[in-house]
């Protein structure tokens, strides 16, 4: 049975930083890429950040650029979600989504974590 859960996220003010982990079971997790994705109320889910299964890849929404760092611990079957200068537009359920080096679509999903930015 996969299991991706998710943790780390919470109630942060403007300006703050949370780091977001998903801790992956029952895959090959070095053999998946990873992503985060993030859905605000009322639109549409939408790409955050991936990494290559090796780790040696990495790729940002623009909105997110320099501000949001993912990373992965393959011997913890973990990759993370470092989020610094939160800005309030940044509120979201964030998933975390895992894609075979031989799929062409995510295979599995996490149930997602709130991260709420507000003052």
């Known amino acids: 049975q996969v299991q991706l859960v998710e943790s780390g996220g919470g109630l942060v003010q403007p300006g703050g930083s949370l780091r977001l982990s998903c801790a992956a079971s029952?895959?090959?997790?070095?053999?998946?890429?990873m992503g985060w994705y993030r859905q605000a109320p009322g639109k549409q889910r939408e790409l955050v950040a991936t990494?290559?299964?090796?780790?040696?890849?990495?790729n940002y929404a623009d909105s997110v650029k320099g501000r949001f760092t993912i990373s992965r611990d393959n011997a913890k079957n973990t990759v993370y979600l470092q989020m610094n200068s939160l800005k309030p537009e940044d509120t979201a359920v964030y998933f975390c989504?895992?894609?075979?080096?031989?799929?062409?679509?995510?295979?599995?999903w996490g149930q997602g974590t709130q991260v709420t930015v507000s003052s």
């Open positions: 989504t895992a894609k075979h080096r031989s799929s062409v679509r995510w295979d599995y």
């Open positions: 029952g895959i090959t997790f070095s053999a998946y890429g």
């Open positions: 990494i290559t299964s090796g780790g040696g890849s990495t």
